[in-house]
């Protein structure tokens, strides 16, 4: 399993309302789906530099997940036939490293 990091803008035009009902539906999608969600990040609604047709604004959700490679081609096809999904976009990430744990140092006095 790869880590994947998943951008989704959504499309919220005249219902801001139900941004926490299409997060959490999406969310379950990708659990749906065999993907093991370690991170959801609600980025808020924001401008898009340019209009693009009838849209000038979107909310940003960021996943970050675990999941096959094959899953993604998935998810693609998926969210791309989704109404409230303007626009996805999928990154491959690093594997996550654990850090070791480091020994505190001692003072001059305990030595």
Do not use: C, W
């Not at 898009?48 to 959700?61: C, I, K, P, T």
Request: hydrophobic residues 30%; charged residues 40%; proline residues 5%.
């Amino acid at each position: 399993m790869n880590r994947y990091e998943a951008l989704l803008i959504l499309n919220t035009q005249g219902r801001d309302d139900t941004v926490k009902d299409a997060v959490d539906r999406l969310e379950s999608e990708f659990e749906k789906e065999g993907a093991k969600i370690e991170q959801v990040q609600k980025m808020d609604k924001r401008q898009f530099s340019y209009q693009a047709g009838e849209l000038d604004s979107g909310y940003y959700v960021n996943f970050v997940f675990q999941a096959d490679p094959q899953l993604i081609v998935k998810l693609r096809s998926k969210f791309k036939l989704d109404p409230e999904v303007y626009r996805q976009h999928f990154q491959r990430l690093k594997p996550k490293k654990e850090r070791p744990t480091r020994e505190p140092k001692k003072l001059a006095a305990e030595k």
